[in-house]
Nanobody
Framework: QEQLVESGGGLVQAGGSLRLSCTTSRRTFGNYAMGWFRQAPGKERQFVAVIRWYSGDAYYASSVEGRFTVSRDKTKNTAYLEMNKLKPEDTAVYYC??????????????????WGQGTQVTVSS
């Protein structure tokens, strides 16, 4: 059983920045990847970004590419989502998720086995 603990959400003005963190209890990684999703009120959870733990390869949703950066620190078992140039439409609860065995697509919630508790990001205009 893997536990994911998130931190770093908050309230920020449009154009500002926030950094989210997600620490995993996992100690062996193999083909592991960590994804980030967000869910706004009344909307489905949507893909934001993903990072492959071993290689550091990262992929982004088109809506955040160029503004968000995902990274990981292997020594801390922690991934980060650096969010810059935030917009009001980025407001959502953000979740990290662990994918222990790639089976087709990082873009869908069903790919992931474990989820963090979520952290609120609110961007004011």
């Amino acid at each position: 059983q893997e536990q994911l603990v998130e931190s770093g959400g908050g309230l920020v003005q449009a154009g500002g920045s926030l950094r989210l963190s997600c620490t995993t209890s996992r100690r062996t990684f193999g083909n592991y990847a960590m994804g980030w999703f967000r869910q706004a009120p009344g909307k489905e959870r949507q893909f934001v970004a993903v990072i492959r733990w071993y290689s550091g390869d990262a992929y982004y949703a088109s809506s955040v590419e160029g503004r968000f950066t995902v990274s990981r620190d292997k020594t801390k078992n922690t991934a980060y989502l650096e969010m810059n140039k935030l917009k009001p439409e980025d407001t959502a609860v953000y979740y990290c998720a662990g994918d222990t065995h790639y089976s087709g697509s990082y873009y869908f919630t069903g790919e992931y086995d474990y989820w963090g508790q979520g952290t609120q990001v609110t961007v004011s205009s």
